[in-house]
């Protein structure tokens, strides 16, 4: 956004403040002597992250198995292990959350002492998904942003009416009915001018001088489907706009003249549909052909939008991470959960990579019990999984087990809505046990069964547990053949999920 402002308003003087690299006891004093030093009359909040219900068991950490051992453990002393675990991030969790609210009107108020009229405004990531919620916690005349920004910094910067934006002001409007849902004004996105946000940002080189991290780059934005779950298609649109392929690569080229050599493609989706495939190959051909050649990236891919070309590119490009992100195994569930492909070509592109070459880690995303999960469905996950080991080697496949995190606007809270899982007025932000047990997903009457299975997995073999779920689940259930995974046939009766869009 900085870069976009640069580019249209040369003139106006911007600085990056950046939290990431300042230490949490020194963010007010920090955030006050910045703008002591700048008086600004904007102050442009991005708030990228209120993660409330990390639905990840075995990489990220524990906040799955606290909650499960709160919720499901018979005996009373882990009961209790899970109950202050829980706790725990209960208090991170609300002290981040007005930390940073304080933030926000602290750093205004200092503003406000060089400049009467100076003005805040937030967006970014968390905002997106929280934009109903925070508005009621934000100081008077804070514009909430929903989605992109450049379009509304644009307005506001030029004096510009800006209310047709995604936006409303605290205290003076209230976000429109859907306001999620409107589409974002398309904008053709040129290469970041890195050598200006390096003067803007005193701390950008910290980022370049740890060789783990990804920098992230955008190559599209919008994603046209529809899973039931995903609010990314609704933060940014179902309209997909690609970024010009010389623009990316010439934008990666300056990171990797800093030094950079790993890369993130931020795209909601990388591939979204066979329709993108072309851009996909012209983007990394276009990379080949740069020189290259030592770098690696990842992306959030659907694995059911490659060919053989694309594959040998991912490969001959250095992608290196890879999340099939199927959920489950079982073609019915796949249709159930609106998620749009098909999971017997999904298996015929991974042959594919395989046979590009593609040696590295594999990691399955499975969110057992979103809709109509049956022991049937859980043999076939089971199925389709060990079909995938066979692919890449068991050793190479990693199931990584999720439970869905439910976010406001999407299909599946109003499916919650329509069962009376929960009611319109929920506070989505809110981590109360009694609505953080259904806000992350896993009702009954399969509930406590994944909760025992993942405890079990837990005492198990804890440093292994995506795996040992899946070995306890064949154990109890058994496997199904391949080809009923495969197949969905459709039903009569078939639950739906309401509001198609
Ligand atoms: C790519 C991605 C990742 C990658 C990041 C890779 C990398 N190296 O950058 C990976 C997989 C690592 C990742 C991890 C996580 N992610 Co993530 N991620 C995304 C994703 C898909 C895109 C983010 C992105 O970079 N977009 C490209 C940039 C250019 O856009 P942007 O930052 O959003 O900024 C635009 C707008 O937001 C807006 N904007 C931003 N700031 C401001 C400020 C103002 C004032 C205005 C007007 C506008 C504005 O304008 C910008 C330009 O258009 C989003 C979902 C989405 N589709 O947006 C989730 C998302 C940001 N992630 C999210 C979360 C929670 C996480 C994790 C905490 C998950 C976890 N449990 O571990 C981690 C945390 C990582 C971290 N350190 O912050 C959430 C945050 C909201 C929330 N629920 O709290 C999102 C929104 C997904 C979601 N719906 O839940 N993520
Ligand atoms: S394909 Fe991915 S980004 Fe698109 S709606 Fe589905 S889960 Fe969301």
């Not at 990797?256 to 495939?277: L, S």
């Not at 891919?301 to 991470?321: F, H, S, W």
């Not at 049937?376 to 389709?384: G, V, W």
């Not at 079990?456 to 795996?467: E, K």
Request: aromatic share 12%.
């Amino acid at each position: 956004m900085s870069d976009h402002v640069h580019k249209l308003f040369p003139h106006i003087e911007q600085r990056i403040f950046d939290l990431g690299t300042v230490p949490p006891l020194d963010y007010s004093s920090a955030l006050e002597s910045c703008i002591d030093e700048f008086q600004p009359t904007l102050l442009v909040f991005s708030w990228r992250d209120i993660q409330i219900y990390a639905p990840v068991g075995g990489r990220g950490g524990n906040p799955l198995q606290n909650a499960f051992e709160f919720y499901y453990a018979k005996n009373p002393l882990i009961k209790l292990r899970g109950a202050l675990g829980g706790l725990r991030i209960f208090i991170a969790y609300y002290v981040e959350l007005w930390r940073n609210l304080g933030l926000i009107k602290r750093g205004l108020k200092c503003a406000q002492k060089y400049h009467s009229r100076a003005r805040a405004v937030v967006g970014g990531g968390a905002v997106s998904v929280f934009y109903e919620q925070l508005g009621k916690s934000l100081p008077k005349d804070t514009i909430v942003s929903v989605g992109e920004g450049e379009t509304l910094l644009t307005k506001l910067l030029s004096g510009q009416e800006f209310a047709d934006e995604r936006c409303y002001v605290v205290g003076e409007t209230q976000p429109r009915q859907r306001l999620i849902h409107e589409q974002p004004t398309a904008l053709e996105k040129t290469a970041c001018n890195y050598d200006y946000i390096a003067s803007i940002w005193p701390e950008f080189n910290y980022y370049l001088e740890d060789e783990d991290f990804y920098i992230g780059v955008q190559t599209k934005r919008g994603c046209p489907h529809n899973c039931c779950y995903c609010v990314y298609t609704v933060v940014e649109g179902k309209q997909v706009r690609i970024n010009p392929s010389d623009e990316i690569v010439a934008e990666m080229q300056q990171l990797y003249n800093r030094g950079i050599r790993n890369f993130w493609f931020t795209d909601a989706q990388f591939i979204p549909a066979k329709k993108f495939i072309d851009d996909a190959v012209e983007l990394l051909q276009k990379i080949v052909d740069s020189g290259m050649t030592d770098i690696h990236w990842a992306a959030y891919i659907r694995a059911d939008n490659l060919t053989p070309k694309l594959c040998e590119l991912m490969v001959q490009t250095g992608m290196n991470y890879f999340e099939i992100g199927i959920t489950s195994g079982s073609q019915e569930l796949i249709r159930k959960m609106r998620m749009g492909y098909n999971l017997k070509t999904v298996l015929q592109n991974c042959r594919d990579l395989k046979a590009a070459g593609f040696n590295d880690l594999v990691s399955v995303n499975y969110s057992f019990n979103v809709i109509d999960e049956r022991p049937e469905t859980i043999r076939q996950t089971i199925a389709y999984h060990r079909e995938l080991e066979k692919i890449f080697g068991a050793d190479k496949v990693e199931p990584a087990i999720f439970f869905i995190g439910l976010q406001p606007h999407t299909h599946l809270e109003e499916y919650a809505f329509k069962e009376g899982i929960l009611q319109p007025g929920y506070n989505p932000m809110s981590l109360m046990p009694w609505t953080a047990k259904k806000l992350l997903w896993n009702p009954e009457p399969l509930g406590s069964f994944f909760g025992e299975v993942c405890l079990q997995a837990w005492r198990q073999n804890p440093h292994d547990f995506g795996r040992e779920v899946m070995n306890i689940l064949e154990e109890k259930l058994g496997c199904a053949p391949l080809a009923e995974a495969l197949s969905a046939p459709i039903e009569k009766k078939e639950k739906h999920l309401v509001g198609a869009s």
